[in-house]
């Protein structure tokens, strides 16, 4: 009788327990409609958020284009004197670097992969009828020997420290990638550009059946260098 009693004791105390527990979840538990709203808060603060960071940025670029027109107001005003000189040597400076988009006489060149000679010889290394960074580099070389004052492929301007490489199966120019059709674009002498590459490895390309067309404008415009120039090593001496 005893060891009954102390076992009906025994479960009442676990169920009391048991339902003391619960009962302390259910008011520490937070309920769904308060999980709402604190990701309702949590959402109207992101989107506060972003848009200060979206009028701070517009508040900026406002700054740097007032400070453009700033800058073009006074360089418009300069007529006379050292300041001019100053602005036309800056001028000629990006010229050089190629900084500035340009336009003048030269050529236009033209070449793509020889698809058609490809397909007639399926059996052949597919690497002779595609075209390759050394192909790209010769004529550039045959340019720049022809004295050409500014070079663009596919519109990359080449400037001095501008990289004409072969990664895998890319060819880039200036870190950009570039593919097939290869338009090359010089300013300089047109007779003299066109026979410095007429005899060149364009004449090899076109025995080999590469597509090229070769022409002359006088009124070529290419692009301004869009990457950056950092100088690690060099300085003034």
């Known amino acids: 009788m005893k060891q009954t009693l102390r076992s009906v004791l025994s479960v009442t105390f676990i169920c009391f327990m048991i339902g003391g527990l619960f009962a302390l979840y259910i008011r520490s538990a937070p309920s769904s409609q308060s999980q709402t709203n604190v990701l309702s808060q949590r959402m109207d603060n992101l989107v506060s958020t972003i848009n200060n960071l979206e009028q701070e940025i517009a508040a900026y670029e406002g700054i740097v284009q007032t400070s453009r027109d700033e800058l073009a107001g006074l360089e418009s005003q300069v007529q006379t004197g050292w300041l001019r000189q100053l602005q036309e040597e800056l001028h000629m400076a990006k ?64 400037v001095t420290t501008s990289e004409l490489r072969c990664v895998g199966n890319v060819i880039l120019v200036n870190t950009t990638r570039i593919a097939p059709p290869f338009v090359i674009q010089a300013i300089g002498s047109p007779s003299i550009l066109m026979d410095m590459v007429s005899y060149g490895r364009l004449e090899y390309m076109i025995t080999s059946g590469f597509p090229v067309t070769l022409t002359t404008d006088q009124a070529l415009i290419l692009p301004a260098y869009k990457g950056g120039l950092q ?7």
């Open 95 to 158: 010229l050089r670097a190629g900084l500035t988009s340009v336009i003048g006489p030269g050529i236009v060149i033209e070449l793509d992969d020889n698809v058609a000679g490809q397909k007639a010889n399926p059996n052949d290394d597919p690497n002779l009828y595609i075209i390759h960074y050394e192909d790209l580099l010769a004529i550039v070389s045959e340019l720049k020997s022809g004295g050409a004052e500014a070079i663009a492929i596919n519109e990359q301007r080449l």
């Open 231 to 237: 100088f690690k090593y060099t300085t003034f001496s």
